[in-house]
């Protein structure tokens, strides 16, 4: 067993746990009307029940970090994201199946049987607040939460981790400034979010569960809320260890291991080791390499996007140009986040844009 895990080992280094990540992502749209079959569930779910206990049982690292009651809710949050995420596609799969044979959904048939709010569903609600309080309080007489000392510049925790859900956040400052990581995504997502409704008017899939009458929502939403935070948060529970360096999930954390890394950036590869000549001390000429990249990603992608795709032209005459450019400006900037991941993987490439004498950094 212990060649076993030292080849998952091995096989899982950053890039490739994104690259099976993004596959997955990739197998659950393609082949929803499959694993959407209860029985085919059943089977995924004793499959993962059974990779969490093969874990336990055989690697110790794993199943000290696994029990820390810290790192618990991880898996009451993969558990419950499955099946909800699996009774969404569900009910989807059905209503697609109906309306491609000219049925109406499932949701249109009962539409008639109102439930009130009082009693009906403030009862019901009532209930779950019980509950959930007494599931909770269970919760923290059996889990005991550590509370560790005060602060103190003594001693710091090696690895220094933020709370588990922040776990996606703290890995995208491996990769961008605090003012962008921080600051400037974070707000992004929360915009984007809200503008969704306002980008997307189709009028379908309101009031029923559809995934063919509503891909460009459910798509980008669910490749942001599983590849870009979900897949983050078990990266960083499991993968980051002492000197925020990358272990296997199996892997001993070894305080004393050095990684090297020399991060260059884009100037750096451009004027240096391409050109051969040293970075000019203007620092507008040492990064108009930075600012011709972001420039073309921002402003000439989206026309070649739209030229070349199909779909990207169809979203154009649908949603007119503002609100595609704003739809292809949240998008590229979603997949900023991953492209910046994998090239700081391959090739160390640290930042696009690096002007440290105004703090500017991208």
Not at 203 to 214: I, S, V
Request: proline share 7%; aromatic share 18%.
């Amino acid at each position: 067993m212990h060649y076993i895990l030292d080849a998952i080992d091995f096989v899982l280094q950053p890039w490739s746990y994104f690259l099976f990540s993004v596959i997955a992502f990739w197998a659950m749209i393609k082949y929803r009307e499959t694993w959407t079959e209860p029985a085919f569930a059943v089977k995924l779910l004793w499959g993962a029940i059974g990779a969490i206990v093969f874990s336990m049982v055989y690697s110790d690292h794993f199943r000290e970090i696994a029990s820390l009651p810290d790192n618990v809710p991880i898996f009451l949050m993969v558990f419950s994201v499955g099946f909800f995420t699996w009774l969404s596609f569900r009910q989807g799969v059905l209503n697609d199946r109906r309306i491609a044979q000219g049925q109406p959904p499932i949701e249109k048939e009962t539409s008639d049987k109102k439930v009130y709010v009082w009693p009906d569903l403030v009862y019901v609600e009532f209930i779950a607040t019980i509950v959930g309080g007494i599931v909770l309080l269970v919760w923290s007489l059996c889990l005991h939460a550590p509370l560790e000392q005060a602060a103190t510049p003594a001693w710091t925790p090696n690895p220094s981790k933020a709370p588990w859900y922040f776990l996606g956040l703290q890995e995208m400052l491996v990769y961008y400034d605090p003012w962008l990581a921080g600051v400037v995504y974070p707000t992004l997502i929360l915009v984007g979010l809200m503008a969704i409704p306002y980008i997307d008017k189709n009028p379908k899939g309101a009031g029923y569960y559809t995934f063919n009458e509503r891909k460009l929502a459910i798509i980008p939403f669910l490749f942001g809320f599983f590849i870009l935070w979900v897949t983050l948060i078990f990266l960083g529970t499991f993968m980051r260890g002492p000197g925020w360096n990358f272990f296997g999930p199996y892997e001993n954390w070894d305080p004393h291991k050095v990684v090297v890394l020399n991060n260059v950036n884009l100037s750096e590869y451009i004027w240096v080791r391409i050109l051969g000549i040293g970075l000019p001390a203007n620092f507008l000429i040492r990064e108009m390499w930075g600012f011709l990249a972001v420039g073309a990603y921002l402003v000439a992608l989206p026309p070649l996007l739209t030229k070349k795709i199909p779909l990207c032209q169809e979203l154009l005459e649908k949603l007119g140009v503002a609100r595609y450019g704003v739809l292809m400006f949240l998008f590229l900037s979603m997949a900023s986040l991953p492209i910046k991941m994998v090239l700081r993987w391959l090739i160390n490439l640290k930042y696009v844009i690096a002007i440290p004498e105004i703090f500017f950094n991208i």
